[in-house]
């Protein structure tokens, strides 16, 4: 029913020559009869985000037939636990990591460990560098605000006031949508930007900032929020505020509230972050990279807008959606 | 109820003034200072401020920090620390959603309510029977808090409540919001409860001097456990304003909403060491940590300044009175 999604248009990049090939001696380590076992990481078990990477994760252990073990923080994005993870990890040694940092920088020492250990690492969702990785496979977060953007930019006939709502201003993928949001109004020269400000990816937070920010703008055409948990709380406060209808709000990420403020008429447009994919993704690449195949460097999922045109071909929660095969997603653009 | 017109009373000062003491008094009145200085300075600085809509918006801001805050107040009041208030509010956050959402309105504000009260009571039990100091039993419920809310939630969110459910959190009673009540009535009757009952003189007298409440035949025990399950409750209530305002629940709720509870208490001018301040502190508190926010995104300021600009702003608010009280108080002592 959402098969439409797969003939998007896949991106593969390709960086650099200094990657991934330091695990070398352990191709071929599938198939010697020993079920390889993969150390899975995740950032929290508290957001839906990481859940749905762990069901994907789980589909491609099954599917592949490896051994999947879950490693989470017990404290959300907690960087001093993920390190002790890790090196906890390396001392058990499984065949592969399939990894995402809870912070991009503060985990390259850990990573630089494994590196030496000879474990291969699979980075995930948010891009490592300065580590010796198989392959990234992920979103590339500017590109998706950045055409998300544009399409709603373009619906408002290129111009009109617009507000951003910005993520955690330190996390690297709050820096990337902020970005590909500016390249986007430059784009637009009608488009005219009241204010930015950051909502802490979060609800409550998102929509508090919202209600201020309502106090001094009685127009706003459209609201570009940084993740969909944002959008849907703004969403909120401009129904509650009685200004619902007047006011186009996009967010990222494809979340379950967000498909269904879409198919309501509440909100605009979404854009499809789907951990799932990464995770399933990801987990295939490392087994491929253990059964000797050669990988990519970089694996760029493609962008799918979600908005009142397609809502209702959509599944719900991304797991449920279906997964760009291997063939798709790394076809050359 | 008994009125506490007693013992406790003849060891305050003659020349007392709404039931204070003038170094007492000079606190509150510092306070309140602060707050009208921020409100000065944002009505001049911005036009957008000194509107009804935004004075009401930025109570209706204060509200669920307050309801939080409140009966942490009680437990700083005795000299302790509740850290799971966060985490409780969290945990009935989930519980409540969950059965509102499966048809069971009542129910599951019942649970709610009931799961907070007893982490409290056990909290109380833990400080005052087995004797662990509150900073680790509540640190450890903080835990246990989070750890059931995952086991329950298993990384699922939970949105959509009935309109009738929350009115509690975005309905108007006329021009005054419904949480904004709520926080009134909940300032009326803690206050009341500190001041005018054997309970509340009780409260102060333990965190004055524990030693001497003990010999003085105060039932001490009990009223640390009747402390902390009060911040427990009052942390599950808050929890169903916040999911009533933001139309979701999920596990980490109440954790960001930690350190500022703790902040609003002590911005209220109560002090750390127990014995000294009061819930009408913790709502001027409040209202100062979101001012502050207000202030800062009606004026537009950048989004990385922000955490600095907090941060000198909460500084400053205490700092005035610090040097104030200290000249004041040597006058007086």
């Known amino acids: 029913m959402l098969l439409n999604r797969r003939q998007f248009a896949t991106a593969t990049m390709s960086v650099g020559a200094a990657t991934a090939l330091g ?68 001392v058990k040694k499984p065949d592969a990591f399939v990894f995402v940092p809870v912070d991009y920088k503060a985990l390259v020492p850990s990573i630089q460990k494994a590196n030496k250990a000879g474990i291969p ?22 590109y998706l605000e950045y055409e998300i953007c544009k399409s709603l930019f373009k619906s408002m006939n290129g111009k009109g006031k617009v507000v951003h709502i910005d993520g955690v201003p330190a996390a690297i993928t709050a820096q990337n949508r902020k970005k590909g949001f500016e390249r986007a109004v430059k784009d637009f020269p009608g488009i005219e930007v009241l204010a930015s400000q950051p909502g802490q990816y979060r609800r409550l937070p998102a929509q508090q900032v919202f209600e201020n920010l309502m106090q001094r703008f009685p127009e706003i055409d459209a609201v570009v929020s940084a993740n969909d948990d944002m959008a849907v709380g703004i969403v909120e406060a401009l129904h ?33 972050f ?47 959606r279906k997964v760009p095969s291997w063939e798709q997603a790394t076809r050359k653009a | 109820m008994t009125v506490g017109t007693g013992t406790a009373r003849v060891t305050l000062s003659q020349r007392e003034f709404l039931g204070l003491s003038p170094d007492r008094l000079f606190v509150v009145v510092s306070r309140v200072t602060a707050l009208v200085a921020l409100c000065v300075a944002l009505a001049v600085f911005t036009p957008y401020f000194l509107t009804w809509s935004n004075i009401i918006n930025v109570l209706r801001h204060a509200a669920p920090l307050f309801l939080m805050s409140a009966g942490l107040t009680l437990v700083v009041l005795t000299g302790g620390i509740d850290l799971s208030v966060g985490a409780v509010l969290g945990l009935a956050a989930c519980i409540a959603a969950s059965l509102i959402t499966s048809g069971f309105p009542v129910f599951g504000v019942v649970a709610a309510l009931a799961v907070g009260l007893s982490c409290g009571l056990v909290n109380g039990l ?38 009738p459910f929350r009115v ?33 003189r009780g409260i102060y007298a333990i965190g004055g001097n524990p030693v001497a409440a003990r010999l003085s035949g105060m039932p001490v025990q009990r009223r640390l456990v009747f402390v ?13 304003v916040v999911i009533a305002r933001t139309n979701a629940a999920d596990v980490s709720l109440g954790e960001e909403q930690l350190l500022p509870a703790i902040a609003a208490v002590c911005l209220g001018g109560t002090s750390l060491f127990g014995g000294v301040g009061g819930v009408a502190g913790t709502a001027v508190g409040s209202l100062i940590l979101a001012l502050v926010l207000n202030g800062m995104n009606l004026l537009g300021v950048k989004t990385f300044w922000q955490a600095g600009v907090l941060g000198v702003i909460i500084l400053l608010s205490v700092m005035a009175d610090q040097l104030v009280g200290r000249r004041i108080n040597r006058g007086t002592t």
């Not at chain 1, 990222?252 to 854009?271: F, H, L």
């Open chain 1, 23 to 90: 695990a070398l001696p352990f191709a071929g380590a599938i198939g010697q009869g020993k079920k390889a076992t993969i150390a899975f990481f995740v950032k929290n078990v508290t957001n839906p985000f990481w859940k749905a990477c762990r069901i994907g994760a789980e589909k491609a252990g099954k599917e592949f037939n490896v051994t999947l073990e879950v490693v989470a923080p017990t404290k959300p994005d907690n960087i001093e636990e993920q390190t002790r993870l890790v090196e906890d990890w390396i």
């Open chain 2, 228 to 240: 902390y399950a009060m911040s427990g409750l009052m942390a599950s209530f808050a929890a169903l």
């Open chain 1, 121 to 142: 690492i699979v980075n995930y969702n948010n891009i490592m560098t300065d580590i010796e990785k198989v392959t990234f496979i992920g979103s590339d977060d500017e």
């Open chain 2, 126 to 163: 833990l400080v005052a029977y087995a004797r662990i100091p509150s900073f680790i039993a509540t640190y450890g419920m903080l835990w246990i808090a989070n750890g059931l809310a995952y086991v329950f939630m298993k990384g699922e969110v939970i949105y959509g409540l009935p309109a």
């Open chain 1, 274 to 320: 789907s951990g799932h994919d990464q995770a399933y993704l990801a987990v295939q690449a490392a087994v491929r990279h253990l059964k000797g195949e050669k990988i990519p460097p970089l694996v760029m999922l493609p962008v799918f807008i979600i908005d009142k045109g397609n809502v209702g071909t959509v599944a719900r929660t991304p797991e449920e």
């Open chain 2, 168 to 200: 509690i959190g975005t309905g108007f009673a006329g021009p005054i919001p419904v949480p904004v009540l709520i926080m009134i009535g909940t300032i009326i009757v803690l206050h009341v409860v500190l001041h005018r009952t054997r309970m509340g």
């Open chain 1, 240 to 272: 509650a505020a009685g200004r619902g209808g007047k006011t186009k709000v996009i967010g990222i990420d494809g979340i379950p509230d967000a498909i269904q403020a879409i198919a309501e008429g509440k909100m605009y447009a979404t854009v499809d």
